[in-house]
């Protein structure tokens, strides 16, 4: 069975452009979390979506961050514009639901360095 | 914001030894999970534990739960350099359900 699969592994950008991170879930799960991962530090939860609607966003920046989850598989991670202070880790992981018991699932991450 | 607390920071052990790493978090919880993290990579579940589970066993691992104390313990026995890895808490409330990692314990394993 294929893991959550996310692209790119690693992007490098200048400070105020735009980048994007892809995530795919794992087949059959309803539940997509996007993490932020600092340097030394446990994940901390940006955006939780239940299928296609985001149920848990209060983490999320909302003036540079958005995230989609278009028919409710595949999600996007956008940053624009992109500050000096977001670079760090970010992951992606699924459920099957969310259900306090479900196991999380997480890709390998995509590391971000803005310069 | 992050709930957990871990101790140690980082871990250094000989092949065989045992590990023990130790989680402190402050509000009630629902469970508390184990994640390991090798370099570069994401985050494998290890083990849940829940609120009114005191002690648990996968394999090699043993995981211990204080509610009183609102702590938790992580046991690695006869550890194997292939255990190297960083290893994060992480608490689940009653109420969201969303998931609060530690900020980890770095285990270094020497063959």
């Known amino acids: 069975e294929a893991g959550v699969v996310q692209s790119p592994r690693y992007k490098i950008i200048e400070k105020k452009q735009p980048v994007a991170f892809w995530c795919n879930p794992i087949?059959?799960?309803?539940?997509l979390y996007w993490y932020l991962q600092n340097l030394g530090q446990g994940p901390e939860l940006l955006i939780r979506y239940e299928n296609e609607e985001a149920v848990d966003d209060s983490q999320l920046p909302k003036d540079r961050f958005s995230a989609e989850r278009l028919k409710g598989v595949d999600s996007t991670l956008k940053i624009q514009p992109a500050e000096l202070g977001d670079s760090a880790v970010y992951l992606c992981?699924?459920?099957?639901?969310?259900?306090?018991?479900?196991?999380?699932?997480f890709g390998p991450g995509t590391r971000l360095t803005v310069l | 914001s992050q709930q957990g607390e871990e101790d140690p920071q980082a871990l250094s052990i000989q092949e065989g030894e045992n590990a023990t790493m130790n989680c402190s978090y402050k509000t009630s919880i629902n469970n508390l999970q184990w994640y390991r993290q090798n370099s570069g990579r994401g985050l494998v579940h290890l083990i849940l534990?829940?609120?009114?589970?005191r002690e648990k066993h996968s394999g090699r691992l043993r995981v211990t739960l204080d509610t009183s104390k609102k702590s938790s313990s992580l046991l690695i026995t006869a550890s194997r350099a292939a255990d190297t890895a960083s290893y994060f808490c992480a608490t689940r409330d009653n109420q969201g359900g969303k998931l609060i990692f530690g900020q980890g314990t770095e285990l270094s394993v020497k063959p």
């Open positions: 534990i829940r609120s009114n589970e």
């Open positions: 087949s059959g799960h309803n539940t």
């Open positions: 992981a699924s459920s099957q639901t969310g259900g306090f018991y479900n196991e999380q699932f």
